[in-house]
């Protein structure tokens, strides 16, 4: 989806860079200093930089309606895939030429404290009088500093997680879209959720996971699909039901340093999820990480269910081939649904050399005037209440049961994104842990010495 017109093309630039290119450019970029062109008309650039193609039609809208109320600052949007946008990032802050704003992203956003290289907006949020009260309850913290009173970003949308499922097959497998809301689970039997599972698993010969003669080792169509083993986080793969089995992530969140992957909680979890691979309704891990996006294996039929993020709602709806619809994860053993609250930021480059014009930005991205804009695209659920009300219409407009996600946020079923200055660190201990034991190289008590080793991160503090 793009914007039309020659003012927009000259104006969005999407950027698709070549990996192998990318050492080059940061050589080149490292002898320059930090641009400050001059735009058309005299105006100050603001070069803001964001992952999603999908979201830019949206905010170059913003870009212009921020431009027409301010006639001295001309924002230049460049897009970058996920993986190519992090390491670009990277490169462009050694070279000290990095954009003015960019989107952040909590998994990133601890190390960029701690390294110094997004500024402290809080001194401008109270002179301005931004209104944080506003926003959803929780996202604020997601951009706060160890000390507690810092800020990193204004919050610009939210997210959380919901089974995506092929109507067709639901129906088929004799279950409601009311069902789906109904499910509970627990990790000794899987509870209705398994049995749903199971249900809409079919192997070859057309016999479903609850029927007698069901082959495990030669499945058509597994009940739920997969993306690889979630590493630390887990977000679409365990978390939901690691999270409604009364585990946290950490002692504490943001900025926690004890953390409990080796608890009770969370290992009975694992065990249950990977026994779903064994009984045949969900793949093997080589074949789930195969290279092919789940979101393309539920449209082609492998997969009848998966769990995904609210930032996928819009391309569910998209999907050629099937009717798709959403429901809420299941109630777990705590007795609630749960739900990582994950969401984005605007930050500020600490080296930009218009840390004034380029908060005036950030301010618009996170006021209503910019969120309305995006409730209306019908891609994201804004952070702000009343934006997220209009996104939700939207979505509704658009055939997907967006309370699915809303959910959560009503009923206080989230938990926030745990927020840690080395989670890079902790996932390279337990992306390989968890990989053992989902391809069945290592047992689930095994993730108890992978914890000592994450905690052990945190020795000299």
């Known amino acids: 989806m793009t914007r039309t017109g020659t003012h927009a093309r000259t104006r969005v630039r ?15 970029l490292a002898g320059c200093a930090p641009p400050n062109d001059v735009g058309r008309d005299g105006r100050t650039i603001v070069r803001y930089w964001m992952w999603d193609s ?8 913003c870009a212009d309606d921020f431009e027409a109320a301010n006639d001295d600052i001309e924002i230049r949007i460049e897009q970058y895939g996920w993986d190519d946008y992090w ?9 000290e030429n990095a954009p003015d704003v960019f989107v952040d992203h909590t998994a990133h ?10 500024l402290d907006i809080s001194d401008r949020v109270e002179a301005d009088g931004v209104d944080l009260d506003q926003y959803q309850d929780g996202l604020t913290s997601l951009w706060t500093g160890p000390d507690g009173e810092s800020l990193y970003g204004l919050p610009k949308d939210w997210d959380t997680e919901a089974l995506f499922y092929n109507t067709a097959m639901i129906e088929e497998a004799g279950y409601s879209a009311e069902d789906l809301w109904e499910l509970e689970w627990n990790p000794t039997d899987g509870g209705s959720f398994e049995e749903l599972v199971a249900a809409l698993t079919v192997d070859a010969n057309g016999v479903r996971g609850n029927q007698e003669g069901f ?9 739920l699909g997969f993306n690889g083993s979630g590493g630390a986080f887990g977000q679409t793969q365990w978390s939901p039901f690691a999270l409604g089995n009364d585990w946290q992530y950490a002692d504490q969140n943001p900025w926690g340093t004890e953390f409990y992957y080796g608890d009770d909680e969370f290992t009975e979890t694992i065990s249950w999820w990977r026994s779903l691979i064994e009984k045949g309704y969900m793949p093997p891990l080589a074949q789930a990480t195969s290279g092919v996006n789940q979101m393309e294996t539920l449209g082609a039929g492998g997969y009848a269910m998966i769990v995904e993020g609210a930032w996928n709602a819009r391309a ?7 009717e798709a619809q959403v429901a809420p994860t299941p109630i777990g053993p705590s007795g609630q649904r749960a739900s990582v609250f994950n969401g984005l930021s605007d930050a500020i480059w600490s080296g930009t050399p218009n840390p004034d014009e380029a908060w005036r930005w950030v301010s618009y991205l996170g006021s209503p005037d910019c969120q309305d804009v995006m409730a209306d695209s019908g891609r994201i659920f804004p952070a702000i209440r009343t934006s997220t009300d209009t996104a939700i219409e939207v979505f509704e407009g ?55 080793r994450v905690n052990a991160l945190f020795d000299d503090d």
């Not at 999908?54 to 809208?61: A, E, F, I, V």
């Not at 390491?87 to 070279?95: E, G, K, N, R």
């Not at 956003?109 to 997004?118: A, P």
């Not at 569910?316 to 099937?322: F, R």
């Open 109 to 118: 956003f601890g190390k960029f404290v701690v390294l110094d290289q997004i």
């Open 14 to 28: 999407a950027v698709v860079a070549a990996t192998a290119a990318l050492t080059a450019a940061g050589a080149v």
């Open 54 to 61: 999908s979201q830019m039609p949206g905010y170059q809208q």
């Open 316 to 322: 569910v709806s998209e999907l050629a081939g099937i």
């Open 215 to 223: 082959d495990a080792d030669n499945v058509a169509t597994y009940g």
């Open 398 to 452: 658009l055939g997907i049961d967006a309370e699915a996600f809303a959910v959560h946020v009503d009923d206080g079923t989230t938990v926030p994104t745990q927020i840690s200055d080395r989670f890079a660190q902790i996932d390279t201990i337990m992306l390989p842990a968890l990989d053992s034991v989902m391809a069945f190289d290592a047992e689930p008590d095994t993730l108890v010495g992978a914890n000592d």
């Open 87 to 95: 390491t670009q990032l990277t490169a462009s802050f050694v070279a």
